[in-house]
Nanobody, 120 residues
Framework: QVQLVESGGGLVQAGGSLRLSCAASGSTVSIHSMGWYRQAPGKQRELVAT???????DYADSVKGRFTISRDNAKNTVFLQMRSLKPEDTAVYYC??????????????WGQGTQVTVSS
């Protein structure tokens, strides 16, 4: 399957910014969408933002207006620009790619995650 490697996480003060990157590698496949999810301590993993093959985007209400998802198709990379960060944004962030394995089957591949910590 496709391998994903995230980077860009770290420690930042409230109000600051971070940019996450996720690079896809492996077999040449048709990618339909890419997205970012996050999981905070004691909570379930939740969707943060997605971007489709047609570059349409969707965001969780909690990050709308602060986060921006984008992709570089030439580099098979998806980005998450995070601005005006809040302590409640603290979580492990995971990227996901959905791609076609066959003409009738789509698969998901997940990255290992990158930690984002926002201090107050």
């Amino acid at each position: 399957q496709v391998q994903l490697v995230e980077s860009g996480g770290g420690l930042v003060q409230a109000g600051g910014s971070l940019r996450l990157s996720c690079a896809a590698s492996g077999s040449t496949v048709s990618i339909h969408s890419m997205g970012w999810y996050r999981q905070a301590p004691g909570k379930q993993r939740e969707l943060v933002a997605t971007i489709s093959s047609g570059d349409s985007t969707d965001y969780a209400d909690s990050v709308k207006g602060r986060f921006t998802i984008s992709r570089d198709n030439a580099k098979n990379t998806v980005f998450l620009q995070m601005r005006s960060l809040k302590p409640e944004d603290t979580a492990v962030y995971y990227c996901k790619v959905q791609y076609s394995w066959t003409t009738t089957v789509r698969l998901n591949s997940w990255g290992q995650g990158t930690q984002v910590t926002v201090s107050s």
